[in-house]
Every structure is written in C-alpha cells, then in structure tokens.
C-alpha cells in the first residue's frame, strides 16, 4: 500500500518530502514528524533498565552456607543421652541388702537409704542441668561472620574492588572515595542512572559500606544530576 503524499496546508497541493516551501504557493510547509526522538529514548530506557539489574545483581553477597548452622542444632539435643543414664546406678542401689537377715533388713532402709540415695541424687541431678547448659551455650559463644575492619585503607580497597568488579561486568563506572578518613564513597555513571540508584540503593550495597565505616554514598549522573545516600538515616535524597 503506497504512503499518500504530503498536502500544502495552504493550496493543497501534493509537495515533496524534503521540500521546506509549496511550490505552488510558496507558503511555507510545518515540518515532518519523525520517530527517531522516541526510538533514541526508549533504548536509552532499556539500557538503564539492563545495566541498573546488572549492578544490583553484582553487588548481591553470596549465599550464607547452612551446613554448619542446621548441624548445630541437630547435635545439641542429641548428646544430652548419656547424662539420661546417670540415674541407672540408683536402681542397683536397694539390690545390695536383699541378702541380708530379716532383722537387719528392718535397720537397712533407715540406715543405708539416706546414704546411698542422697550421693546418688546430687550427681544425677547435676549432670543433666549441667550438660543441657553446657550444649545450649556453644551456639552462642560460636563467632559469627567476621565483620571487616572499618579504616582509611579497607574503604579505599573496597572502592577499587567495586570499580573493578562494574568492569569486569561490563560496565564502564568510575568508583571513587572522599572526604575526611575517605567516609564519602562515590559512583559516577556514564547513563541515565536514575533506575540503576534505585536498585543499589534498596540492595545490599548500603550495608556493605556501612560496615566499612562509609558514612555517604554519592551518586553522579552524566546529565548533570546526583543523588546522595545518608547511611545514618538510611534516606536517599536527589540534588
């Protein structure tokens, strides 16, 4: 199906595409519409939209392991069974004056009970109040992940590392400490970064820096645009 030719709103004569004036009338023709600016905009959405993912998913820790964590607890409740056997030594305890004669059998209950059964008890009810404690607290006297050091040298590390890990990526960002103790961590993006810092900022990348003494994270947009991160507050606010 042929595309119907341009009409000069003036005389209605059929013009040519490329022609700025009717060659009719000579009034001056409104320029063509084009969709260029709307294709240039959405792929540069879509290229935010990717790249933003590929920070949020880089920045992402690896699992925890859980072997030892679910090992732990199955094997406390299960050592507390020799202490349940501590009270078996009791039961042999009344067998020693079934031999006796009748008469001392009458003094025996009196006499030995007291003596044999109060040892017998203290130890037997120890063991197992003791043994549970002793079980309960290795879990937490256990260390947890170490933290890491919160000093000038490690955040300046920890930027090289994330600069180098956006590279590897395939993203061109430049990763960037400042401020006093370098405390301020800054990222400046080569695209539209406006999705990509929403993602960092509700991921584990905040935390991280946190942990490593940063106090700010600054984000730079080539269009002139910056958001700023206060790790104190948790709150990501745009200049």
């Known amino acids: 199906m042929s595309r119907q030719p ?15 004036e009717c060659a009719e009338c000579g009034a001056v023709l409104p320029p063509r519409r084009s ?19 590929g920070v949020w998913i880089m920045l992402s820790p690896p699992p925890a392991g859980t072997g030892q964590e679910a090992s732990a607890p199955a094997s406390a409740p299960a050592q507390p069974a020799p202490a349940a056997q501590a009270p078996a030594p009791a039961a042999s305890a009344p067998a020693t004056p079934v031999p006796a004669t009748p008469e001392s059998q009458l003094v025996a209950p009196q006499l030995v009970a007291p003596q044999l059964v109060a040892p017998q008890l203290v ?24 933290q ?3 000093d000038e040298p490690t955040r300046r590390a920890f930027a090289k590392t994330t600069q180098d890990n956006f590279v590897q990526n395939g993203l061109d960002l430049q990763v960037t400490t400042s401020g006093p103790e370098a405390t301020v961590i800054a990222i400046k993006f080569n695209f539209p970064a406006k999705t990509a810092v929403e993602l960092i900022a509700s991921g584990p990348f905040p935390r991280q820096c946190k942990q490593r003494g940063f106090k700010t994270i ?13 790790l104190a507050t948790d709150k990501l606010t745009q200049k």
Do not use: K
């Not at 341009?6 to 700025?20: K, N, S, V």
């Not at 130890?123 to 170490?146: C, H, K, M, N, Q």
């Open 6 to 20: 341009d009409l000069c709103p003036g005389c209605g004569a059929p013009t040519h595409p490329h022609a700025h």
């Open 148 to 150: 890491p050091p919160a």
């Open 218 to 230: 600054q984000f730079l947009d080539p269009n002139a645009i910056s958001w700023t991160y206060d």
């Open 35 to 53: 969709m260029l600016p709307l294709i240039v905009g959405a792929a540069g959405v879509l290229v935010a939209l990717l790249a933003g993912a």
């Open 123 to 146: 130890p037997s009810a120890s063991a197992p109040s003791d043994a549970p404690d002793a079980e309960t607290a290795l879990p937490a006297v256990r260390p947890g992940v170490p």
